[in-house]
Each structure stands twice: as C-alpha cells, then as structure tokens.
C-alpha cells in the first residue's frame, strides 16, 4: 500500500471525525502534503465552507506531513499541535484543498534530530488553502513530538 | 422551543459536520455559552481530543454567543470567523466543553451598534476548554459580522 493510502487510512481509523470530513491524502512528494475535502460534509450556514473544518485539514496537513517524515526516519514519536494561528481571507465555496510544505531550511532535520537524540523536538510549520492563485486561509502550527515506546 | 435548542437545532442544520461531533448546548444565559461535545466522536491517534475538534468548538462557541447577542438586538447578519490563535496545554481525555464569555467592557455594544448603523462590525473574543480549574486550550477569534437583507 501507498504513503497516501496510509496515512488516509490512519487518519480515518485513528481520528474517526476526518471520515465524516471524507478528507483524503491528495499529494504526498517527500516535501509536500496535499490534504482534500468536498465542500459538502464540511458547509457552514453561508454555503461556504466551516472554519473548525477549514482548521482541520491545516492543522492535518502539518501533522501528516510531520508524521511522514519521523516515519521515514524510523522514529516512534507521539506527535501533537501547540500553538495555532490561522487568518481566513476569503470563503471557500468548493472542495477544499490544504497544502503543507517543508521550510527549506533545515529546519524539519533538526526537529527529527531533536526527537532522536532528546526525545522531544518542536517545529513551526505554515500551511494554507488556496482558491486559484490567491490565500483564502493562512496557517501557522507549533508541533511538539515526544518519543514512545512503541 | 428555548435558545439552546434553537442553537443547537442551526448547528446541526446548518453545519452538518457539528452533528457528527455531536455538540450540543451546555448553557446560554444572556452573557456565556458553554458547547459540549463527546471524546468519542472526537477522539485522535492519542486517544485525546483532536486538535480540530477543540478549535471547531471553540471558534463556534464565539459564533454562537455573537449569533444570538445579534438575533436579541434584532440584526440579520452574516457572521464570520476571521482571525483566530490557540494554545493547546493540556490533552483533553474526557468530554469536551468550550466556554465563551462576553467582555466585561461595553465591546459587545459597541460592535452590535457597528452592524446595526454601518452594517458591518468586528469583535474579538477569547474562549476556552477548561479540565477541572486547568486551561487545556486557549482560544482568541476575531468575528466580522456584515448585515444580510434576510
């Protein structure tokens, strides 16, 4: 099975909500995650889509793209939001689509070194939902990863 | 049929995602709103809240305050989240509840004046999800509110 198909499957049986949400795995490059969701199951009383559901995927597509990377690095780590901002711009009135990049800084290897050798490691991650070429929500998250056991 | 059932009844009307969260109204009386929601519909990887979940309460306990401090002074209006922050201290391992108060200045006032005199106004609010006498999340939203001709 795919990268995609499980970290799809892990959401939907782990966080049971992001099922009603029918968010799916996009794109997944390495560097990138794409998370996606149709308008639908996620309206608001505007027509447009919900903030809490809008919030959701942002803060997903850190945490997906977080989880990929101390997956590849071998590294167990419990891994949960901090600290979130989050600016709406404009409405968003079709199926919504949250992007989470890398910095390029080497930001995100000092963060899995961190987790290796401390057991604890924070980054700061931006992530948004576009509408054509311009930001309908900007998001920035704090990730903190524990190591476990397991 | 009283305000909290009204409330409730626009929630899950109108923002379907809410009835899968299974929020409901805790209380309202003139100046807070309490929203509950199970941990199970709700829960996460970690066996916790989810991070969106807490935000999706949090930013509609503000929402819903603002919904019904309009709809007392008699004002249709669209009602929107535009900026928001949150701190995520404690893991919430029970059921969920997410508190907002109105301030004690006459802000409020000032903001229902705004929508009702110029047609729009904005409002910033803080809300929260207590463990006991413990803040698990912290939660600042900044509310634009634009009359409708409904």
Redesign the interface.
């Given at each position: 099975m795919n990268t995609e198909t499980l970290l799809e499957e892990?959401f939907h049986a782990?966080?049971?909500?992001t099922g009603?949400?029918q968010i799916s795995i996009a794109r997944y490059d390495g560097k990138t995650l794409v998370l996606e969701a149709p308008l639908e199951?996620?309206?608001?009383?505007?027509g447009t889509a919900?903030?809490?559901?809008l919030?959701?995927?942002l803060?997903?597509s850190g945490w997906g793209l977080l989880h990929l990377k101390l997956r590849e690095a071998g590294v167990n780590a419990?891994l949960?939001?901090?600290?979130?901002?989050?600016?709406?711009t404009l409405?968003v009135t079709d199926r919504i689509r949250a992007r989470c990049e890398l910095p390029d800084t080497p930001e995100h290897e000092r963060f899995i070194h961190d987790v290796q050798s401390r057991g604890r490691g924070t980054i700061k991650l931006t992530a948004c939902i576009m509408i054509g070429t311009r930001t309908a929500v900007e998001f920035m998250g704090t990730y903190v990863a524990k190591t476990t056991s397991g």
């Open positions: 892990l782990k966080i049971p909500i009603d949400m199951p996620n309206i608001n009383d505007k919900f903030g809490g559901s919030f959701s995927l803060v997903l419990d949960m939001i901090h600290k979130s901002s989050a600016t709406y409405p």
